[in-house]
């Protein structure tokens, strides 16, 4: 969007166009005009802030109250990727994305395993890489429900964009 100049006065001859937007769900912290500059209060709240990265969404045709959920409008050219699903720096320590959500479900699995979760990344690309077992001498993964791996690889592919040859694979193995 930022291509066309949106955010700045027009020079030259502009032709009409269409864009793409990137827009937040936002709870209102305080009284919040149309099309009024703000920043983040935390992971999904909104208000006046001295480092907005957006507006209220300018289409509403009254004020947003304290709690009222609406959506901001993130400045042009702010946002540093863009899929289905968007990223803004202002927005980096919450958990929005599909990646963010699976690191975390994973992030839990190895605590389950009494495993770092670099060392399970580590042995889970190894073991997808080239069929080699991570041996343990804790043997806690025995303890856990053999029908989480399914749900594991599958946060792995999107962590990682690599995929395991069978869904209920474990790369575990004791070495005693």
């Not at 099309?35 to 001295?50: F, K, N, V, Y």
């Not at 690889?153 to 869904?167: L, N, Q, R």
Request: glycine share 6%.
């Amino acid at each position: 969007m930022s291509d066309i100049g949106v955010g700045k006065l027009l020079a030259g001859d502009a032709k009409r166009d269409a864009i793409h937007v990137a827009v937040a769900p936002m709870t209102a912290n305080e009284r919040l005009s149309p099309g009024q500059h703000i920043g983040l209060i935390g992971s999904d709240w909104a208000g006046h802030s001295e480092a907005p990265i957006g507006i209220v969404d300018p289409f509403l045709q009254e004020d947003v109250k304290p709690g009222e959920r609406f959506y901001m409008f993130l400045y042009p050219g702010s946002i540093t990727s863009l899929r289905h699903e968007w990223i803004h720096p202002a927005f980096v320590g919450a958990m929005f994305t599909a990646e963010a959500e699976s690191q975390k479900w994973i992030e839990s699995f190895a605590e389950e395993l009494n495993q770092p979760y670099n060392d399970l990344l580590e042995a889970a690309n190894l073991w997808v890489d080239s069929e080699e077992y991570t041996y343990d001498n804790t043997e806690t993964y025995k303890n856990v429900d053999q029908n989480k791996w399914p749900m594991f690889w599958e946060h792995y592919t999107i962590v990682t964009g690599k995929k395991a040859k069978d869904p209920n694979d474990t790369f575990f193995t004791c070495s005693c």
